[in-house]
C-alpha cells in the first residue's frame, strides 16, 4: 500500500483545548478520509474529502484536502474526554478502491 | 444488525492451525474489504471483492492466506498454517458503491482478535 506519514503519533491535551493533527504522503490521492477508533472497535467515519483544497467541517471536526493533494490535516476544536481515541487518516488514489492508512495519532485528554 | 458483522470477535490458536474468519457485510454493500491491523498500526489492505470475485488481492502477504465470498455477500477469510506473526486484528469492512463519493465509504466491523500462541 501507500506510504502515509502521520503526526503527532500521539498528544496529551487539556479538555477545552483545540487539537490539530496531519497527514503527509508521497502520492497524489483522489480522495482523504479521517477515521477514529476506540478500543476494541473498529474504525468509524468522521470526515471525507473528495476535492483538493476542500475545507470540511463535521461538528467540532474541520479537515481539509491539501492543495498538492499530497496531504490533509484534522483539527478537533474545544476537545472533551469523548475525543480520546486513535485518529486514522486514510486515502484513497484515483482509480482505486482501497484505502491506505497512516499509523494513527492517540488523543488523550485530561479532564 | 445494521452493521457489519464479523465473528469470532477473538480466536486463539496454536501455530501450524488452520483459521477462518467470518465477515456479514452491511446488506446491499456490493464491495466487501479485508484489512489486517497490527498493534500500534493503521489497518493494512489485504484483498477486496467486487460481488462474488476478488477485485484485488494485492494485499494477501502469502499463500497461507486465501478468502472467498461465493455468493456476493458473506466472506470468509482464511489462513493456513498460522504462525506467530499472524496475529492481529482482522478487520472487514463494506460500501455501497466503491469509488464514488458519498456513497463509497468503508463501513468497518469491530474486527476479529487473532492470537497465534
Redesign the interface.
Known sequence: GQQLNQSPQSMFIQEGEDVSMNCTSSSIFNTWLWYKQDPGEGPVLLIALYKAGELTSNGRLTAQFGITRKDSFLNISASIPSDVGIYFCAGQLANDYKLSFGAGTTVTVRA | GAG?SQTPSNKVTEKGKYVELRCDPISGHT?L?WYRQSL??????LI?F?GTGA??DS?LPNDRFFAVRPEGSVSTLKIQRTERGDSAVY?C?S?LN??H??T????????SRLTVL
Open positions: 457489519v464491495a474489504y500500534g498500526q493503521g489497518p493494512e489492505f477486496y467486487q477485485a484485488d494485499g478487520l469492512a460500501s466503491p469509488g463519493a458519498n463509497g465509504e468503508l463501513f468497518f466491523g469491530e474486527g
